[in-house]
């Protein structure tokens, strides 16, 4: 017997890999922002679930999301908020000129 034919101790697999349904999502605002190479794409919207703001970046036509829930919505802007200031603080690192 080889081991493809012994039953597997976690059950069997017919639900892996099985697209989940699709969930209604209503888009309430959706933005595009170029910045160098990257576009980013900010849209937020609600389902059945809430709300929530969909940030998605295209570097060459490959795609990263996240997801920030309404609920968080304020805490990231503040955090947001305090990485610009900083930026906008800390003067750019300049490269060392070789002696």
Known sequence: MISNDRPSPFGTRSSYGAPKPPVNEDTLRS??????????????????????LRITEDVGGRRDTIIIPAPGLEDFRNLLDEMVKLSNETPPKTPEANE
């Open 31 to 52: 933005e595009k922002i170029q910045i160098e190479r990257k576009t980013f794409v900010l849209s937020l919207k609600e389902n059945i679930r809430g709300r929530f």
